[in-house]
Nanobody, 121 residues
Framework: VQLVESGGGLVQAGGSLRLSCAASGSTFSINAIGWYRQAPGKQRELVAGISGGGIKQYGDPVKGRFTISRDSAKNTVYLQMNSLKPEDTAVYYC????????????????WGQGTQVTVSS
C-alpha cells in the first residue's frame, strides 16, 4: 500500500484541520491505518488508528478532539482535528499495517514525507 498525506497547514489555537491519507493498493480495506506525529526533539507517537473493521484508538493527548474515519470507496483515511493546541504542532504521518503493528507504532519499513501542522497561540 502506498500512502500520501495531505491537508496540513497553519492554524490558530482552537481551530480545525482535516488531514487526508490517500492510499493505493488492493489491501487498503483490510489493513489498519494509523496517524502518527513527530514534533521536533520528540519521538513519533500514535495519534489515532483505525482497523479494517472500524475499531478506533486514540492517543491520550487527542481524545475528544480528534476523529479518525475511513472512506473505503475513496481509499482514504481522514483525521479531523478540532480544538487544536500549540502542542499539536508536528509533522503528521500515516502508515498501514496490521492492527497490532499500527497500535504499537511499528515497525514500519517506510515513512512518507508527512504533512506539517502548525498551531499558533
Amino acid at each position: 500500500v502506498q500512502l500520501v498525506e495531505s491537508g496540513g497547514g497553519l492554524v490558530q489555537a482552537g481551530g480545525s484541520l482535516r488531514l487526508s491519507c490517500a492510499a493505493s493498493g488492493s489491501t487498503f480495506s483490510i489493513n489498519a491505518i494509523g496517524w502518527y506525529r513527530q514534533a521536533p526533539g520528540k519521538q513519533r507517537e500514535l495519534v489515532a488508528g483505525i482497523s479494517g473493521g472500524g475499531i478506533k484508538q486514540y492517543g491520550d493527548p487527542v481524545k475528544g478532539r480528534f476523529t479518525i474515519s475511513r472512506d473505503s470507496a475513496k481509499n482514504t483515511v481522514y483525521l479531523q482535528m478540532n480544538s487544536l493546541k500549540p502542542e499539536d504542532t508536528a509533522v503528521y504521518y500515516c502508515n498501514s499495517a496490521s492492527w497490532r503493528t499500527v497500535v504499537l507504532g511499528g515497525p514500519f519499513d517506510y515513512w512518507g514525507q508527512g504533512t506539517q501542522v502548525t498551531v499558533s497561540s
